[in-house]
Every structure is written in structure tokens, then in C-alpha cells.
């Protein structure tokens, strides 16, 4: 089975320590990015939603529908955050 | 499945034992979708005020929450992994410690709330912080709730067989434990790192 070993679940978290001083840096330094900012800070919400529900929540390795479920949400709310940002002017 | 393995399951695969708890979980944060998507129409109205208020927040805070999460996310895990072992002294020990570093959430949560409030901002200052204390305000009860299972769980697995029918309870409590995680994950950039600072 797919199942979350220790040493991969600690690997996701360092993942996931590290993307979020990424985004967090990134936010306190608009400077860097720019108007991609947001763009790149909700990119990086999706992938650690996604390493989240996958490894931690073990979808990896559950019946297609779950997993699909999951992934819809974890990619369609950031997607939709970020469409809606821009359509009030990306600012 | 992934690897074609669709009979006898596994312990601990959340499909099998869990797919009420996944069935809430996905209700829940489908609901919680459709308040960030609230928040960024409200938001598309009034853009300065929405970051100016934004900017007001600590991102510091916000980030160590976010780290507080995961870190707990990361030892309810292993609690699961252990407890699907038979391992019980082991899964208590990472309940225990998946309890004491998401406290620190609750702790820091009220110390951002605190500072709010001295500063004279609340639900009803404006749109963004009525949406912000709304939303935090809602996750924060799901993060008690998660506290208060955390907890039972520690004391369930005083004396009984971890690998047993309470395994489903505790893999339970662990996904809706990492549903907490995941609806931070979206829920911190959107409220603090959108506009800029």
C-alpha cells in the first residue's frame, strides 16, 4: 500500500517548512515579485494543500474519487483566489 | 487505488476505514470555499481598503501558526503510523506532542486577537476584519474541536489495543486534524499575503 513512511512524512514537512518561509518572505517582500506575488504565494498554498491530503491525509493511496475530490478543491480554491484577484486588477 | 489494490485494505488507508470522516471533511471545507471566494468578491469591491487593513496584520504570526500546524499535522502522523503498529505507548506519546505544539496555535491566536482588540479593531471596523474575524473565527472552532479530539484520543488509548476498532478512531481524528492544516494553508496567504505591504 501506499502508505506514509516516517521518513517521507518528515521529508513532506520539511517541504512544507520550507515553502512556507518561501511564501512568507515572499509576502513581507513584494519588492521580489511584484504582481506576481500573489500568484506565487497561492501556487505554493495548492502544492503544500496537495503534499497535505496526499501524504499526510494518505490519498495517495486511496480510491480515485477521494483523491479527485481532494485535488479539486486543493487546486480549484487557490486557482479561483487568484482569478478573482486579478480580475480586481491584480493588485 | 494507485497500486491496483482495491480488496482486503490496508490499516490505516483513509479510503477504507474513514470515508464518513472524508465525506464531512470535504463538506466542510467546500463550505469554507465558498467563504474565501465571498471574501475575494467583497475584496474585488474595495481592493485598498481590503490590503491596507491586510497589511495591518502580522504576517510573523500568522507564519509560526502556520509551522505550528503543520509540525502537529507531522506528529499525528507518526501517532497513526505507530498506532497501526500496535505501538500504543509510542501513538500516545505523538498525541501528546501533536496536543502541546497545536496549543501553541490557540495561544497565539488569542495573543493576535488580544492585539486587535487593544487597538480598538473588531468584527465591525470594516469588511476585511469582519471577514477576517469571521473566518478565523470559524477555524478556530474547528481547531478546539480538533484540540478536544486530540485529547480524547490520548485518554482512549490509556489501556486499550491501539491497533484495534479504535484505530479507525484514531486515523478519524487525525484526518480531520489535518483538515485544520489544509484550511490554514489557504486560509493564511489569502487574508495575509495578497496585497502589497
Redesign the interface.
Known amino acids: 500500500m501506499n502508505h506514509t513512511s516516517p521518513a517521507q512524512a518528515i521529508r513532506v514537512w520539511l517541504f512544507l517548512v520550507a515553502a512556507t518561509l518561501c511564501s512568507g518572505w515572499l509576502g513581507e517582500h513584494h519588492g521580489f515579485a511584484g504582481r506576481w506575488t500573489a500568484v506565487a504565494v497561492m501556487f505554493v498554498a495548492a502544492l503544500k494543500g496537495r503534499a497535505v491530503i496526499l501524504y499526510f491525509m494518505e490519498l495517495k493511496g486511496a480510491p480515485r474519487g477521494w483523491r479527485v475530490a481532494f485535488e479539486l478543491w486543493v487546486w480549484l480554491l487557490p486557482a479561483l483566489i487568484v482569478a478573482l484577484w486579478a480580475m480586481s486588477g491584480g493588485a | ?3 491496483g ?2 480488496g482486503a485494505p ?1 490499516q ?4 477504507v476505514s474513514a ?1 464518513g470522516i ?1 465525506t464531512f471533511i ?1 463538506a466542510d ?2 463550505i469554507f ?1 465558498v467563504l ?2 465571498a471574501f ?2 467583497e ?3 474595495q ?1 485598498p481598503l481590503f ?1 491596507q487593513s491586510s497589511s495591518s496584520l502580522d ?2 504570526l ?2 509560526l501558526n ?2 505550528v500546524l ?2 502537529s ?2 506528529f ?3 501517532a497513526v ?1 505507530a498506532a ?1 503498529q500496535g505501538r500504543a505507548s509510542v501513538t500516545r506519546q505523538w498525541l501528546l506532542a501533536s496536543f502541546v505544539v497545536g496549543a501553541g496555535f490557540g495561544i497565539n491566536k488569542l495573543i493576535e486577537y488580544g492585539d486587535k482588540f487593544a487597538h480598538g479593531i473588531n468584527l465591525l471596523t470594516n469588511d476585511f476584519f469582519m471577514f477576517y474575524f469571521v473566518l478565523t473565527g470559524v477555524h478556530f472552532v474547528h481547531f478546539l474541536a480538533g484540540m478536544v479530539v486530540l485529547a480524547l484520543l490520548w485518554f482512549r488509548t490509556r489501556g486499550e489495543a491501539v491497533d484495534g476498532p479504535l484505530f479507525g478512531w484514531i486515523e478519524s481524528g487525525a ?1 480531520y486534524w ?1 483538515m485544520v ?2 484550511l490554514w ?2 486560509i ?3 487574508l ?6
Open positions: 487505488m494507485t497500486d489494490s482495491q490496508a490505516g488507508a483513509p479510503s470515508p472524508l470535504i471545507v467546500t470555499g474565501f471566494v475575494m468578491v475584496r474585488s469591491h481592493v490590503n504576517v510573523r500568522g507564519l502556520t509551522l503543520m509540525t499535522g507531522l499525528v502522523v507518526l503510523l497501526g484526518l489535518h492544516d489544509l494553508i489557504v493564511f496567504p489569502m495575509y499575503l495578497l496585497g502589497s505591504r
